[in-house]
């Protein structure tokens, strides 16, 4: 469900956007860093999450990003395996397939609760699977992502689901800032000292990630790995496209936030 900017460029999902399907890009998309504070326990051990999908390089480029993210992650490619998994290593949520090759997501989610009754569930269904999306939900599950998804909506929701189970040490309860620029990821706002400004589903997923990663230079790569569907395929002036939309919303009449790093990429970061 792409939305289109006045000049006919294709926008992404209104539902979410998301990045590419090169399985190869998280080795360049995710450099290295220190867990963030949301992703602990209140005692400081990392959050635990469970990957369950049986397309390989989909489960890697998701435990990829998870970890970069700070959780301790593993995976399973199908609900057998994924209840074994699940006794081993105790996840406090996982990211669970709802179509498997040898039972579906919602037999592998009731298995796993009776031992682990509190774990949080983010199932995956695809985009028409509306029957699927119902059953998942009815039968307990926690929330859904309908593929193609993007990686930063998968994050947004994962890290809502164990902030609400009080499983994870809030960060500000998702408040991001940089300078005057603030987000509050619940509530789906940014604000610039104090004033509040309108974004596309598009424009919020990019400037989250860059808010998430400030003084960081990312290349263009990296933010259509992490921002665009996982199997976009598009072409790198579709960023530049985005970053200049926030530019104008963000930094028009004020001190630019956002930078270019001229052949590297673009940084968020107060000037001076």
């Known amino acids: 469900m792409p939305d289109y900017p006045a000049n006919g460029a294709p926008a992404m999902a209104a539902s979410g956007p998301a990045a590419p399907a090169a399985p190869s890009a998280p080795a360049s998309a995710v450099p290295a860093q220190q867990p963030r504070a949301g992703t602990l326990h209140a005692d400081g051990t990392p959050v635990r999450v469970l990957v369950v999908d049986d397309e390989p390089s989909l489960a890697e480029l998701l435990s ?18 994924a209840v074994r998994t699940s006794r081993e290593f105790r996840p406090d949520a996982v990211v669970l397939d709802i ?41 307990g599950g926690d929330d859904y992502v309908t593929k193609p998804f993007s990686l930063e909506e998968v994050l947004a929701r994962l890290r809502g689901l164990l902030r609400r189970a009080n499983l994870s040490r809030p960060a500000a309860e998702g408040a991001l800032a940089v300078a005057d620029l603030t987000m509050d990821e619940d509530a789906r706002e940014v604000r610039r000292a104090g004033e509040l400004i309108d974004l596309t589903a598009t424009e919020f997923e990019l400037l989250r990630f860059m808010m998430r990663n400030p003084r960081r230079v990312l290349s263009k790569a990296q933010i259509l790995d992490r921002v665009w569907n996982y199997d976009f395929g598009g072409q790198a002036h579709v960023v530049e496209l985005y970053i200049s939309y926030l530019r104008k919303k963000i930094d028009a009449g004020r001190e630019p936030l956002i930078h270019t790093v001229r052949g590297v990429g673009y940084v968020l970061k107060p000037a001076g």
């Open 64 to 81: 990829s990003v998870l970890r970069y993210e700070g959780w301790s992650v593993r995976t399973a490619g199908d609900g057998a395996d």
């Open 99 to 139: 179509m498997l090759p040898d039972f579906d997501g919602v037999e592998v989610m009731r298995r796993m609760r009776q031992e682990l009754p509190d774990i949080c569930v983010l199932f995956l269904t695809a985009r028409d699977a509306v029957e699927d999306r119902v059953a998942g939900l009815t039968a």
